[in-house]
């Protein structure tokens, strides 16, 4: 019975701790929520009307299914997504995307995509972007994802492309994150000093994800994905505590193996995504 008690004080203690000194964009989240219901007709038919091109892997390909839901559900959205490197520059607008690098290889990533917009498409689209893998962050520190050394590199190329290409919008994301261990078995692991589970991939990617928002936020167009995803449909952040700091996480209803977006899940981001893009696009 007094360890039960005590578990519950420590619980109670733990929520009071997590709302009263929350992360400070949590003032911030409830905007993240506004859909496609808040964006005029000029707004939709110059979204539809863009050219666009999105590098990404396995999460992005969620997002991608997430925009097809939507079209679905809203006749009035119309945006043609075609899967290649190399569209049909002919039509007036499309949403193309296609793989960029290899997991696990952050650099590989930014530099594929330099050479993908660098042949071609960086005369050719309005809209250009891509995206890490929650994989390309992991804990372990090796050379290739070395969080100063991946945003270096990011910010160079991107700068460079952005001199190269000034026609082009660049959109920077922050990188998506990962659901974290909760139960018992993460009370007692943090009792005894150790991190649960997929705490230190997430703090690493929130590391890198702070290096994104300070260096573009209010700046350059910047979608903060980990905000989203880790934005609840009331408003209300997924955050973990871990040696004195706040740290986001993925909703967990948002994922159906904690680390890609299920149904709810790719639907909340694609309709932010949409809203960002139309709204980065208003005159």
Same mark, same amino acid.
């Given at each position: ?6 578990? !519950? ?35 939709? *038919? ?21 925009? @097809? ?16 490197? *190399? ?62 050394? %991946? ?16 026609n082009t919008r660049?959109? $920077? ?41 300070? !260096? ?30 706040? $740290?986001? $996480?993925? %909703? ?10 299920? @149904? ?5 981001? !694609?309709e932010r995504l ?10």
């Amino acid at each position: 019975m007094v360890t039960k008690t005590l578990i !519950a004080l420590f619980g109670a203690l733990a929520l009071v701790i997590a709302v009263g000194f929350g992360h400070p964009r949590a003032s911030a989240a409830s905007s993240l929520n506004e859909g496609l219901s808040s964006l005029s007709t000029e707004s939709l *038919a110059r979204l539809a009307n863009s050219r666009i091109f999105f590098g990404h892997m396995s999460v992005g390909q969620n997002i991608i299914e997430g925009i @097809e839901d939507l079209l679905a559900q809203h006749p009035t959205l119309k945006l043609n997504i075609v899967q290649t490197d *190399a569209p049909d520059l002919s039509s007036p607008g499309f949403l193309a995307h296609g793989p960029v690098g290899d997991n696990w290889k952050p650099l590989e990533k930014i530099d594929d995509f330099d050479k993908k917009i660098s042949g071609g498409l960086g005369e050719k689209t309005d809209i250009a972007f891509f995206k890490f893998c929650y994989i390309d962050m992991m804990a372990e520190n090796t050379e290739d994802q070395d969080v100063d050394k %991946v945003f270096s590199r990011y910010q160079q190329t991107m700068a460079k492309l952005k001199t190269q290409y000034p026609n082009t919008r660049f959109v $920077h994301f922050t990188a998506p994150l990962t659901v974290v261990q909760t139960g018992p078995k993460a009370f007692v692991k943090k009792i005894i000093g150790k991190a649960p589970g997929w705490y230190l991939d997430n703090v690493k990617r929130n590391s890198y994800n702070e290096k994104v928002r300070k !260096a573009y936020s209010g700046k350059e167009p910047l979608f903060d994905l980990a905000l989203v995803e880790a934005t609840r449909p009331d408003g209300s952040l997924a955050t973990f505590e871990w040696q004195g700091q706040s $740290h986001y $996480h993925l %909703v967990p209803e948002y994922g159906y193996d904690g680390r890609h977006l299920n @149904e709810a899940g790719r639907r909340h981001v !694609a309709e932010r995504l949409l809203v960002f893009l139309a709204r980065s696009l208003t005159p």
